[in-house]
Nanobody
Framework: QLQVVESGGGLMEPGGSLNLTCTGS????????VTWFRQAPGKEREVVSC????????NYADSVKGRFTISRDNAKNTVSLEMNSLKPEDTGVYYC????????????????????WGQGTQVTVSS
């Protein structure tokens, strides 16, 4: 089955760190731009960060700039999201999505732009 799979979520205290991984299963992420989204309880899904095919183009939401780092390892077929200095407002379900489209600059936020969506991984930041 062709899919992306997220891993690495969990419970962390404020100020702590977590590292999320998005893995391509059954296909190569090499040909895809990848975006991390999150959805907090009662809120709409929002873009967190995205990375271009070769990793040279990276964007972050203002709320995570300076704290989160996105990277890709095409040899391992993964895209990672390193999250530092976590805050309670970072709590939510984190999803990765992959698209081959190059028509929309930055991080496309429309669900229809993406060919693959993961099932999500829960991140809870609480003391």
């Amino acid at each position: 089955q062709l899919q992306v799979v997220e891993s690495g979520g969990g419970l962390m205290e404020p100020g702590g760190s977590l590292n999320l991984t998005c893995t391509g299963s059954g296909f190569s992420l090499f040909f895809y731009r990848v975006t991390w989204f999150r959805q907090a309880p009662g809120k709409e899904r929002e873009v967190v960060s995205c990375i271009s095919l070769n990793g040279g183009g990276i964007n972050y939401a203002d709320s995570v700039k300076g704290r989160f780092t996105i990277s890709r390892d095409n040899a391992k077929n993964t895209v990672s999201l390193e999250m530092n200095s976590l805050k309670p407002e970072d709590t939510g379900v984190y999803y990765c999505a992959a698209t081959r489209s190059l028509s929309t600059p930055g991080c496309p936020d429309a669900q229809a732009e993406y060919k693959y969506w993961g099932q999500g991984t829960q991140v809870t930041v609480s003391s």
